[in-house]
């Protein structure tokens, strides 16, 4: 997004939701969601994997758009673990794809544009 009034309107929007004072408005949904986490691995502690993913989606899905993920079924939870699989099975092979087909982007230094995958 170029720098402008749309990018600074949605800073400023981002800045109200997440600076340092606006933080304690969600302990509460983490606190709740903390508090279903072991009831949830007591029924079920073979799946511990997905109740950890579904405690912190439930928490990214209040603070993000408002809403609570009911349960690991939730459509909405689905698109966004799917979603979150995709970017990092792509991204991840990309990169190095990136580096074997182009060897000189080795030589680029972090600071330059674009080359992110220097800095990680």
């Known amino acids: 997004m170029p720098y402008g009034n749309r990018w600074r309107l949605n800073r400023r929007i981002f800045h109200q939701a997440f600076h340092q004072a606006s933080t304690p408005a ?9 508090h279903k986490m072991p009831f949830v691995l007591l029924q079920d502690s073979g799946n511990y994997p997905n109740h950890f993913q579904m405690f912190t989606l439930t928490f990214m899905l209040f603070i993000i758009y408002d809403c609570e993920a009911k349960a690991k079924d939730d459509h909405i939870a689905h698109a966004i673990t799917r979603y979150g699989e995709l970017i990092v099975d792509g991204f991840a092979p990309a990169a190095m794809m990136l580096m074997e087909t182009f060897p ?9 544009p674009g080359a992110t995958f220097k800095r990680a």
């Open 104 to 112: 000189f982007l080795v030589k680029l230094p972090s600071w330059f």
């Open 26 to 34: 969600y302990h509460a949904v983490q606190l709740r969601s903390a």
